[in-house]
């Protein structure tokens, strides 16, 4: 039975916001969403995606052509769910899936639980922090105290995400953390430079991923999309930066 233009419609459009979502680079997500329609019988794919939105137009063997568009408010990064879509789109090209199949584990992936839970994610980013100060050529308290300030700082960006903040405000908050903790470990060990704890303490809200993405999608040729990501992450380093410079200027 042949799969339909809404059908395909449907699993493209699908696919395409939940790469997007989870941080997956415009040419990844276009060429992904290429892919799983021209699997389902589509004769002629057109997609266009933002950082904010995936439009795609879809004909099929009948001729016939329609376009949706599927707007993206939030944002994040789990690389699980977009290589998840890659396999399931490798998996509906080679025949290895029929489109019952595929829609319904592409609803599933979409409703995974976003991320891991709190404890899981503190530890990291303390790790991640406590790496960074060893980096820097911190001695073994400091490391500590970068980890401990990373982890703080990532409650903080927790319970702010929970308060629905904007993201920017809970990298604002953040950078003010990491700087409080900083200067407080400076003030009860005077030996101990507060320079290598702040910096370990904002490391895990420093936006990596963004800023490649950007990158990429300008060497790609999607200037609107790779501006746009640049600009996300400038705002997120600015937002940080003033948080600890605030701190700084006032102590």
């Known amino acids: 039975m042949p799969i339909l233009l809404e059908q395909i419609l449907d ?17 990844r997500v276009e060429e992904t969403m290429f892919h799983i329609a021209q699997a389902c019988g589509a004769t002629k794919v057109e997609s266009f995606v933002i950082p904010t939105g995936v439009f795609v137009t879809v004909t099929d063997g009948t001729g ?46 979409a409703r995974e639980r976003t991320g891991f839970s709190l404890v899981p994610s503190m530890l990291a ?23 401990v ?12 995400s929970r308060l629905h903040g904007v993201k920017f ?24 430079k ?3 704890i702040v910096v370990g303490g904002i490391i895990p809200l420093v936006p990596g991923v963004a800023i490649t993405n ?10 609107l999309s790779g501006l746009s990501r640049g600009l996300e992450a400038a705002l997120t380093s600015v937002a940080i930066s003033m948080g600890v410079v605030i701190i700084l200027a006032v102590r």
């Open 194 to 196: 507060p320079d290598n």
């Open 169 to 192: 405000t809970f990298d604002f908050f953040g950078g003010m953390t990491a700087a409080l903790v900083g200067m407080l470990f400076s003030h009860m060990w005077p030996d101990v």
């Open 125 to 147: 980013s303390g790790v991640v922090g406590g790496a960074a100060a060893v980096l820097l050529n911190a001695g073994v308290f400091e490391s500590l105290a970068a980890f």
């Open 64 to 109: 016939r052509t329609s376009t949706r568009m599927r707007r993206v408010h939030d944002r994040t990064i789990n690389l699980d769910r977009i290589a998840k879509v890659n396999e399931l789109s490798r998996r509906l090209a080679d025949r290895r899936m029929d489109y019952e199949c595929a829609y319904s584990h592409l609803e599933r992936i």
């Open 149 to 160: 300030t990373a982890l703080i700082v990532r409650y903080i960006a927790h319970i702010i």
């Open 214 to 223: 950007a990158i990429r999608d300008v060497i790609a040729g999607d200037l």
């Open 11 to 27: 699993i493209t459009i699908l696919a395409g916001e939940i790469m997007l979502k989870n941080g997956a680079e415009t040419s």
